[in-house]
């Protein structure tokens, strides 16, 4: 079942994007900032609170839910799960960033690609070169599609497979939710009692994406140039400051041949609306690296294999769920 309902949650997603400004993300930053203002104030205990209220609460709800609606109905189980997927898994949350971009550097508008980029992440590129925007493009749209699409269907199918239905999918859009939340808003309003929710969350993150993020890798690895995936993942993802990011951009890079990693565009200091920012999912993410890997400086044709890499994961992970689907099927 857990087959069925990524499909029909992808195929409703591209049919029917869902609205960056929809009121279920406006209730998630609700609940979030409603924890943070009620049970944080300052101290370690607090932060563990304010993560388990906007995280694990969250994710036990549904797995209950689930858990009483497959009792009643496996159709309505079934449902449920493509729905909470259609909310939380998906390339349309962020492919219209990358798009746009495409577009703009295809029709030779460098400067409106810097301004989109810099919407999209909230970095300042109005310097950047052309080689630069393609990179900050490659690198945030690599980490986007794991975010939005890799790391919810693998926390999906963990806990799916427990019987926990769409549980695992909540937990990892949430604790990601939460790691860019009090990012951000530590960084517009510098209050110091969030600074050890921000660390919390950024670290429990970490955690819950330490596999996701090396199967990524490895995806990227076998549907890419295999050899020189494996060889840049062991050899750069040292160069990245967080870990996972390091693994998936690595081993991406080495299985298109493309280098990425190096200087960090500066992030903009506005006062964007938080609510607004969080929604979209164009909260600043800082990729720092120490350096950069081997490799072919991108270009324009790199924009269209790393379209080809990420949908050729997406038909190994599905292709691989199918088979054990059917295995479990069958004993």
Same mark, same amino acid.
């Given at each position: 079942m857990s087959f069925f309902a990524v499909l029909f949650a992808l195929l409703a997603e591209q049919l029917k994007p869902l609205s960056n400004l929809n009121p279920i993300h406006h209730g998630l930053t609700g609940w979030v900032r409603w924890a943070?203002?009620?049970?944080?104030?300052?101290?370690?205990?607090?932060?563990?609170?304010?993560?388990?209220?906007t995280v694990l609460a969250p994710a036990a709800l549904t797995a209950i839910i689930y858990?009483?609606?497959?009792?009643?109905?496996?159709?309505?189980?079934? *449902?449920?799960?493509?729905?909470?997927?259609?909310?939380?898994?998906?390339?349309?949350?962020f492919s219209h960033h990358f798009t746009d971009i495409r577009d703009a550097?295809? %029709?030779?508008?460098?400067?409106?690609a810097r301004e989109l980029l810099a919407h999209w992440q909230n970095l300042d590129a109005s310097e950047l070169p052309r080689t630069e925007i393609l990179r900050h493009v490659l690198e945030y749209s690599l980490l986007a599609a794991h975010r939005h699409v890799f790391g919810v269907f693998f926390w999906?199918?963990?806990?799916?497979?427990?019987?926990?239905?769409? %549980?695992g999918a909540v937990l990892y859009r949430m604790a990601e939710f939460a790691s860019r939340y009090w990012s951000y808003r530590s960084q517009i309003t510098g209050v110091s009692t969030h600074d050890r929710l921000m660390s919390l969350s950024q670290t429990l993150f970490s955690l819950v994406d330490h596999a996701p993020?090396?199967?990524?890798?490895?995806?990227?690895?076998v549907v890419g140039n295999f050899e020189d995936a494996v060889d840049a993942?062991?050899?750069?993802?040292?160069?990245?400051?967080?870990?996972?990011? *390091?693994?998936?951009? #690595? %081993?991406?890079?080495?299985?298109?041949?493309?280098?990425? *990693?190096?200087?960090?565009?500066?992030?903009?200091?506005?006062?964007?609306?938080?609510?607004?920012?969080?929604?979209q999912g164009d909260a600043p993410d800082v990729i720092e690296a120490q350096g950069s890997t081997t490799g072919a400086a991108p270009q324009m044709a790199h924009l269209? #294999?790393?379209?080809?890499?990420?949908?050729?994961?997406?038909?190994?992970?599905?292709?691989l769920l199918a088979l054990l689907s059917l295995a479990n099927l069958i004993g």
């Open positions: 943070g203002r009620n049970f944080d104030a300052g101290e370690d205990m607090h932060a563990r609170v304010v993560w388990g209220i858990v009483f609606t497959n009792r009643y109905s496996t159709v309505l189980a079934l *449902g449920l799960d493509v729905a909470v997927l259609y909310l939380t898994l998906g390339f349309r949350q550097l295809e %029709a030779g508008r460098e400067d409106r999906f199918v963990a806990l799916s497979s427990l019987g926990l239905g769409p %549980a993020a090396r199967l990524t890798a490895f995806g990227f690895a993942w062991r050899r750069h993802a040292v160069l990245w400051v967080r870990p996972n990011e *390091g693994t998936i951009l #690595s %081993a991406a890079s080495g299985a298109l041949g493309v280098r990425l *990693g190096g200087q960090v565009a500066p992030s903009t200091d506005g006062a964007r609306d938080v609510s607004r920012t969080i929604t269209r #294999s790393v379209v080809g890499l990420i949908w050729r994961s997406v038909v190994l992970w599905m292709l």
